[in-house]
């Protein structure tokens, strides 16, 4: 089955720890993304990559990093610079250029630092 | 960064209603996208509009591309227990070169049976 995978579903850190958020796609596509989502608020983008070994900052992207060295695969660090980092994140993948740009999310990866 | 204007912010209805919300920007979009999302989960995409004027059905839900191409509205039909969630409309601005979308802040939907 295609399909994009976030792990693991729950995560806890303390405070002052970098952490790294796991992202796969095996539906072939060249765009992922990553988001951030806060209760009653919509999703924020941190950052993208449209293509391998190359990334751009989102809205929110102060605080974390990411890498793009493999198609299938974007992974996120939530750094001890993030002043407020718990959340829930969210991935997601789109077909690249031709017209289409629906992306499609993954299951999230709820993050608790204390 | 920008984000849509979605309304309402919240609706509770009976089972059986019809249900309408809608987006807006004050930008030119070529793209709007209407995702459903249940608690704990990953948004769910429910249809995707391309063009202006565009009608577009997915069962029990219709979606329409405004013609002003600065807002799209979705309609539930006949409401059921399960359409429960939270409704986000996302958009692409039509000076973007890339993939990135913008997301409304969302519309909470209860259903009472």
């Known amino acids: 089955d295609g399909g994009i995978t976030q792990s693991p579903k729950y995560l806890f850190r303390k405070e002052g720890q970098n952490v790294t958020l796991s992202c796969e796609q095996n539906?072939?596509?060249?765009?992922m993304y990553w988001y951030r989502q806060d209760p009653g608020q919509g999703l924020r983008l941190i950052y993208y990559?449209?293509?391998?070994?190359?990334?751009q900052k989102g809205d929110i992207a102060e605080g974390y990093s990411v890498s793009r060295e493999k198609k299938e695969s974007f992974p996120l660090t939530v750094t001890s610079a993030q002043k407020n980092p718990t959340a829930f994140y969210l991935c997601?993948?789109?077909?690249?250029?031709?017209?289409?740009?629906?992306?499609?999310f993954g299951p999230g990866t709820r993050l608790t630092v204390t | 960064g920008q984000q849509l204007n979605q309304s309402p912010q919240s609706m509770f209805i009976q089972e059986g209603e019809d249900v309408s919300m809608n987006c807006t920007s004050s930008?030119?979009?070529?793209?709007w996208l209407w995702y459903k999302q249940e608690p704990g989960e990953g948004p769910v995409l429910l249809i995707a509009?391309?063009?202006?004027?565009e009608l577009t059905s997915n069962g029990r839900l219709t979606a329409q591309f405004g013609i002003t191409r600065k807002d799209s509205f979705l309609n539930i039909s006949a409401s059921i227990p399960s359409d429960v969630g939270i409704y986000f409309c996302?958009?692409?601005?039509?000076?973007?070169?890339?993939?990135?979308?913008?997301f409304g802040q969302g519309t909470t939907l209860q259903v009472k049976p």
């Open positions: 997601a993948s789109s077909r690249s250029g031709q017209g289409v740009y629906e992306q499609y």
């Open positions: 539906l072939n596509h060249d765009a």
């Open positions: 990559s449209q293509i391998v070994n190359d990334f």
């Open positions: 930008s030119i979009f070529n793209t």
């Open positions: 509009l391309y063009k202006a004027g």
């Open positions: 996302a958009g692409r601005r039509g000076s973007s070169n890339t993939g990135k979308l913008i």
